[in-house]
């Protein structure tokens, strides 16, 4: 069946530290990827998006994601992170429809940047 | 553009009553859905719809009726409130039901079942 996993429920980072979050999916054919992030009582915005070719792509606010097809990963990262990356991180893998419809979402993922 | 557009943002009903949670998006967008947000939940699709007159169940329908009349409008419809529907709903849209197009979100709404 076809999933996602986001295996860190809340990370804490210095503000100024880099940041990963991790993202690992299940999913047959090749798969179409995307990082949601969502600020505190706001709905979710994309960040990027994976379909094909450079397996590291660029986002917007400064972060990058790099697809491992090997380690079926979509982990995002950014160099210095500032205190308004304070959010709920969502990673999403494209699908077929069916009972998720066209995307299925990890559980996400909450960062906290300490000053 | 204003996007995608849900009302209200909060609401508070008792258990049984029904209500419809507006979204509306100006995008000529004619993919649709409907999801709740759950803590430790992430997001789960409760309907969708891939154009005027077509709607279909996601993952979480129970209590939960959909229309779709035109293509900027998607109401969801709680027939009989329950404490278990008290969660925040998310209203997305996109180009189209093809893998390769973003989906925007509403700000959402937050309803409490008492």
């Known amino acids: 069946a076809q999933s996602v996993t986001q295996p860190d429920i809340h990370i804490t980072v210095s503000e100024g530290a880099s940041l990963e979050l991790r993202c690992n999916y299940s999913?047959?054919?090749?798969?179409?990827l995307f990082w949601y992030v969502q600020s505190p009582g706001q709905g979710l915005q994309l960040l990027l998006k994976y379909f094909s070719g450079d397996t590291l792509v660029q986002g917007i606010k400064g972060f990058e994601a790099e697809f491992k097809r090997s380690q079926s990963s979509f982990n995002l990262r950014k160099p210095s992170v500032h205190w308004s990356d304070a959010a709920e991180y969502f990673c999403?893998?494209?699908?077929?429809?069916?009972?998720?419809?066209?995307?299925?979402f990890g559980k996400g993922t909450k960062l906290s940047v300490k000053p | 553009n204003a996007g995608v557009t849900q009302t209200p943002k909060f609401q508070v009903l008792k258990t049984g009553q029904s209500m419809t949670l507006q979204c509306a998006q100006d995008?000529?967008?004619?993919?649709m859905s409907w999801y709740r947000q759950d803590p430790g939940m992430g997001l789960r699709l409760i309907h969708y719809?891939?154009?005027?007159?077509?709607?279909d169940q996601g993952e979480v329908p129970n209590g939960y009726n959909v229309s779709r009349s035109t293509t900027e409008d998607f109401p969801l419809r709680l027939l009989s409130a329950a404490p278990s529907q008290t969660s925040v709903y998310f209203c997305?849209?996109?180009?189209?039901?093809?893998?390769?197009?973003?989906?925007?979100f509403g700000q959402g709404t937050r309803l409490t079942v008492v």
């Open positions: 995008m000529n967008h004619e993919y």
């Open positions: 719809s891939v154009g005027a007159g077509i709607t």
């Open positions: 999403a893998v494209g699908s077929y429809g069916g009972s998720q419809g066209n995307l299925i």
């Open positions: 997305a849209s996109s180009y189209s039901i093809t893998l390769n197009t973003e989906a925007f």
């Open positions: 999913y047959g054919a090749t798969p179409y």
